[in-house]
């Protein structure tokens, strides 16, 4: 009986069902998959089949023909398409146990804290129908500070900014609750779109979401510094004078403009946090500095503009991009001992 209890709760599992990125923790074996949160379909006799899911969907992004297309079912965190949500989910479901007949796991999965009761129903809901036994919801800033090894069970003030692809999460943490949050709709996709319109503003020059976030992830920077215009790139794209394709080169120093106002959104954000913390706190917080986490800590200097606007040591959490699905995973792992502080159930 032991066993065969066992072997039910190996299934189990904590999902960082993310606007970019699905990543999946399993217990016991640690975060088993990292792929876009991408669906491709294709529209056959007024049904939509399921073609590819994940990174073979990406691939597809921009590129399918009128039959096909290559969706994102998550928009600022939260699901906007709920069918093809249940069906990317129950696909990685299926990929990370690798099984003919699915066990039907317990799930943990992480949510906006500006998510309302309807969309985490709706999260509910598609995991429920992907073939979950039951369905746990943790708040993404809270698995966020857990990931990144905050001490959010002692009386300690903590403050934790999840930079994701549709959302960034700013929280601050104290004796397992979260004492101030807000839940900005500014992120990595915000900062693409950021991009994409700053070249056709200024080049005159067309180019798709993929090349944006390639750009990005090459030559992005938070920060206009001394050597940005040195740092360059080649891009192509369509020009919008004649419609014909284009090479043209673009510097850190263009991307970093750019990306000022997301940047400075994000913030202001953390700023405004700060102003509405118990003074205690704050102080708390000055001591121990600004953590930040998700795949936007990874932009170049974004801790540096932080720092400037709110005058506090901001620091880079170890594996930024993992710290909400191994917080979610620890949530999961601990949930027997933990349920009342860390998850919540819909």
Known sequence: MFNRLLGFLS?????????????????????????????????????????????????????????????????????????IAEAMIKYFIKKVHNRGVLTAPRIVICVPYGATAVERRAIQEAAEGAGAREVFLIEEPMAAAIGAG????????????????????????????????????VGGDKMDEEIASYIRKNFNILIGESSAEKIKKEIGSALCLQSSKDVKMIIKGRSLIDGNPRNFEITQKHIAEALREPVRAIANGVKEALELTPPELVSDIIDRGIIITGGGALLPCIGTVINNVTEVETKIADNPLHCVVL???????????????LLKSC
């Open 11 to 83: 299934t189990d599992m904590a999902i960082d069902l993310g606007t970019a990125n699905t990543l999946v923790y399993v217990n016991g074996k640690g975060v088993v998959l990292n792929e876009p949160s991408v669906v491709a379909v294709a529209n056959l006799n007024n049904k939509q089949t399921v073609l590819a899911v994940g990174n073979e969907a990406k691939q597809m992004l921009g590129r399918t023909p009128g039959h096909i297309k290559a969706i994102r079912p998550l928009r600022d965190g939260v699901i906007a398409d709920f069918e």
């Open 150 to 185: 905050l001490p959010i069970i002692e009386p300690i003030g903590s403050i934790v900014v999840d930079i994701g692809g549709g959302t960034t999460e700013v929280a601050v943490i104290s004796l397992g609750g979260i004492v101030y949050a807000a839940s900005l709709r």
């Open 327 to 341: 917080g979610t995973g620890h949530a999961l792992a601990q949930a027997s001992k933990t349920t009342s502080i």
